[in-house]
C-alpha cells in the first residue's frame, strides 16, 4: 500500500501543476469577473487536495527549466511559452514546500501571486516579494537573494547550488535534501509511469470539460468575448472520436462569430493563428482534422466575414482601422477575392487604401484573382483593379490590363494605361500604341511619351495616323509637340522622310497651322540617331529665317540629349 502511494505521488503532484498552470494562462485571458478562473481554481485546489493525501507535504525543486519532486520532473517548460518555472527561477525561488494544513484562503492568495507576477500585471515587484508579503503559514520557500545571470543563460545549463552558493534564504526549513540531477530522473517510479508534465495539454480531464461548459453557459455574452482559446484547442485536440471533435470545432467558429460580433479583434487574431498553427500541426498526424481546422481558418475571410468587417469599416473613417488591418494580415491568398470585392463596398479612402495595399501583397503570388476585379461592373473596382495589377507587376496580367483600357469609363482607363506604361515588354507597349488615339488627353499624353521614352518603333504607324488625322488639330498645341517628338524617336528612317518633307514644304494656305507643323517637324528631328538628320540639321542652320532658327535650336537639344546619354552611360 505504501508503494502504490508513493508511485501515485509524482502523478498527483504532475496533475496539480498541470491544473494550476492552466488556470494561470485562462486567468491571463479571462477578466476578474468571469466564472471560468474561479472554476480552475476550484479545480487547482481539489488537485493539489489529491497530492497532500499521498504524502506528508507537496516538495517542489524549481530549475530554470523545469520542476521536480523527490528528483522526478514533474513540470517541463514549453519552448515560446510563459514558463512557470523559469518565471520563479528569473526571480531567485529554488524550492517551494506546501504542508496539508494550507487553507483554501491560503492557496488562492498563493494563486493570485503567481498570478501577479505570471501575467506581470501588476507592480514591478517580484514573487519573492510578493510571498513575502502574503506571510504564509502552510507554504515555505526558499529563495536566493541574487542570481547569477549565466544562470538565465541556455548555454550556461542548469546551476547546482551549494550551501556557499546559495547565501542568505528567505526563510529556512533545515539542510535540503541532495536534488538528483535531470539526467538521472527515472522514467518510471516504483514501476509507475509519470509525464513530464506542463509541456503538453493535450489531456483534459472531463472535471475541467465540465467547468468549462458550465461557465461558458453562465457567463454568455458577459465574457464569452475573452474565451480560453487554449483550453478550447485543448479540449477539440483530446477528442479520440472524430464526430465529437466536429463539435468542439462548431463550438469554436460559433465562439469566432460572436468575438466579430463584439469586435475583439485581439482575440480573434489569436484564433485565426491558433486555427492556421493547428492546421499544420495536424496535418501529419490526421489530415483530415487538419482539413477540418483549415476550413475554419479559410472562413475567416470568406463572404459573411469580410462583409461584417467591411460594415465596421464603413461606420467610421478612422475607427477600429488598425486592429482590422491587423485581422485582414492574418488571411491568406484564398480571402483574395474576398478582399477585391471589399474594394467596391468600402466608403472611406484609409480603408481602401488599406485594402489596395493587402491586396498587392497578397495577389503577388495570385494576379489572376486581382484581375477578376477588371470585369466587375462597378468602374471603382475595375479601377482599383487596375492600378493594383500595375503594383503587382506581372506580365500575366497585360492582357486584363489591355481589357481595362478598352473600359467605357475614362477613369478605368487611365489605370490600365498608368499600369502598361510599368511594363518594358512589347505586349505592353503595343496597347500603350493603341491608346495614343483614345479620346482622353491625359491617357493620349500618358502613352505617347512612354512610347517616346522606350523609342518603340511599332508605334511609329499609330502616331503618324493621328498626326495625319483631322483630330492632330484639335489637339493642344503642347500635345502635338509631343507626337511629333513620338514619331522622330519611334520612326527612325520612316520618320527622317516624313519630317524632311515637313520641315520643307510651304502651303499658299496653310497660314500658321502649316509654320507650326514646319516648327514641329524640325524640332522633332532632335529625336533622331543618324548621321543624316544632323547633316540636315547643319546644312539648315545656315539658312535665314526661320528654318535656320529652328535648326539651331533643334541641334543644340540634340547634343544635350547626346551629352546627357554619354553621362548616364
Known amino acids: 500500500m505504501l508503494t502504490e502511494t508513493k508511485a501515485r505521488y509524482p502523478l498527483a503532484v504532475s496533475d496539480f501543476l498541470t491544473s494550476l498552470c492552466r488556470g494561470l494562462k485562462t486567468s491571463v485571458l479571462y477578466p476578474p469577473t ?28 524549481v530549475t530554470r527549466q523545469n520542476i521536480l519532486t523527490g528528483g522526478d520532473i514533474v513540470y517541463k517548460s514549453t519552448p515560446g511559452e510563459v514558463s512557470l518555472s523559469e518565471t520563479l527561477h528569473r526571480d531567485g525561488v529554488r524550492t517551494i514546500r506546501i504542508y496539508p494544513s494550507i487553507s483554501r484562503d491560503e492557496f488562492e492568495c498563493l494563486f493570485d501571486r503567481l498570478l501577479a507576477v505570471y501575467s506581470r500585471r501588476e507592480s514591478k515587484d517580484d514573487i519573492v516579494n510578493l510571498f513575502w508579503e502574503a506571510g504564509f503559514e502552510s507554504i515555505e520557500y526558499e529563495a536566493v537573494d541574487s542570481f547569477v545571470p549565466a544562470e538565465l543563460s541556455p548555454a550556461a545549463g542548469e546551476v547546482t547550488l551549494d550551501d556557499n552558493a546559495i547565501g542568505n534564504i528567505v526563510k529556512s526549513e533545515g539542510e535540503q535534501p541532495e536534488a538528483k540531477s535531470e539526467s538521472e530522473s527515472p522514467a518510471t ?23 468549462v461548459s458550465e461557465s461558458l453557459e453562465h457567463d454568455q455574452e458577459g465574457s464569452i468575448e475573452l474565451v480560453s482559446v487554449d483550453l478550447l484547442f485543448d479540449i477539440a485536440a483530446a477528442e479520440q472520436d472524430y464526430h465529437e471533435f466536429l463539435k468542439v470545432l462548431d463550438n469554436i467558429d460559433n465562439v469566432f462569430n460572436r468575438l466579430l460580433k463584439a469586435e475583439f479583434f485581439p482575440l480573434l487574431i489569436y484564433l485565426m493563428r491558433k486555427f492556421r498553427d493547428s492546421a499544420a500541426d ?3 498526424s490526421s489530415r483530415q482534422r487538419s482539413e477540418r481546422v483549415r476550413e475554419s481558418y479559410h472562413r475567416c475571410g470568406d463572404r459573411i466575414r469580410i462583409s461584417q468587417i467591411t460594415q465596421i469599416l464603413n461606420r467610421s473613417e478612422h475607427e477600429n482601422i488598425e486592429q482590422v488591418r491587423s485581422y485582414l494580415e492574418e488571411l491568406d491568398s484564398s480571402a483574395l477575392a474576398q478582399l477585391v470585392w471589399m474594394l467596391g463596398e468600402l466608403k472611406h479612402y484609409p480603408a ?4 489596395c495595399d493587402l491586396v498587392v501583397a497578397m495577389g503577388r503570388k495570385r494576379p489572376e484573382i486581382v484581375a477578376s476585379g477588371i470585369y466587375d461592373s462597378r468602374w471603382y473596382v475595375a479601377r482599383n483593379a487596375a492600378m493594383i495589377l500595375g503594383e503587382i507587376g506581372s506580365e500575366k496580367s497585360i492582357p486584363d490590363l489591355r481589357k481595362a483600357s478598352e473600359h467605357e469609363d475614362e477613369r478605368v482607363r487611365w489605370e490600365a494605361t498608368i499600369s502598361l506604361s510599368g511594363f518594358d515588354t512589347d505586349a505592353a507597349l503595343e496597347h500603350l500604341a493603341r491608346l495614343v488615339n483614345d479620346p482622353s488627353e491625359r491617357i493620349r499624353r500618358q502613352a505617347t511619351k512612354r512610347l517616346t521614352e522606350r523609342r518603340f518603333k511599332p508605334a511609329f504607324d499609330a502616331i503618324l495616323s493621328f498626326i495625319e488625322s483631322e483630330s492632330f488639330g484639335l489637339v493642344t498645341p503642347a500635345e502635338q509637340r509631343e507626337l511629333f517628338r513620338a514619331l522622330g524617336a519611334t520612326g527612325a528612317d520612316r520618320a527622317l522622310d516624313y519630317l524632311k518633307k515637313k520641315a520643307t514644304k510651304r502651303s499658299l494656305f496653310g497660314g500658321g497651322a502649316s509654320r507650326h507643323q514646319r516648327e514641329l517637324a524640325v524640332g ?7 548621321e543624316e538628320s544632323y547633316r540636315l540639321l547643319k546644312e539648315w542652320t545656315t539658312k535665314k529665317g526661320e528654318l535656320g532658327e529652328w535648326a539651331r535650336n533643334s541641334l543644340a537639344k540634340r547634343d544635350r540629349v547626346r551629352m546627357k546619354t554619354d553621362e548616364s552611360r
Do not use: H
Not at 34 to 61: G, M
Not at 200 to 209: A, I, L, M, R
Not at 524 to 530: G, P, T
Open 34 to 61: 468571469s466564472t471560468i478562473p474561479s472554476e480552475f481554481k476550484r479545480i487547482c485546489w481539489d488537485k493539489l487536495q489529491s497530492a497532500l493525501s499521498d504524502s506528508t507535504r507537496v516538495d517542489l525543486e
Open 189 to 211: 517510479r516504483d514501476g509507475v509511469k509519470f509525464p513530464e508534465v506542463f509541456g503538453s495539454v493535450q489531456t483534459v480531464s472531463e472535471d475541467e470539460k465540465a467547468a
Open 282 to 284: 495536424w496535418k501529419e
Open 352 to 355: 481602401r487604401k488599406l485594402v
Open 524 to 530: 522633332a528631328m532632335a529625336e533622331l540617331e543618324d
